[in-house]
């Protein structure tokens, strides 16, 4: 798989959501920032990212995904002049 499968199949399954993959070789890190994260633990996030990729991870086509889940208000605190 490459990062831009990745970040389609993410984005497909969490259309509000802005996602940025990058990785290689099966292993990936995925930035999701979703405003659906509200009042949810990270756990709760990173089980909904997961789900958009579940088929390729049980398949083996994707190795290792590190998520990065965060609300849009919590991606403007950690990156103010983006």
Do not use: Y
Not at 14 to 20: G, I
Not at 48 to 60: C, H, K, L, P
Request: proline residues 6%; charged residues 15%.
């Amino acid at each position: 798989m490459t990062p831009e499968q990745v970040q389609t199949l993410i984005a497909a399954g969490l259309p509000d959501a802005q996602v940025t993959v990058s990785g290689q070789e099966g292993h990936f890190e995925a930035v999701v920032v979703c405003a659906s994260f509200a009042g949810l633990s990270r756990l709760k996030r990173e089980q909904m990212v997961n789900a958009t990729v579940r088929q390729e991870i049980t398949s083996g086509a994707l190795h290792a995904l590190s998520i990065r889940p965060m609300t849009p208000e919590e991606w403007a605190q950690k990156h103010p002049n983006a």
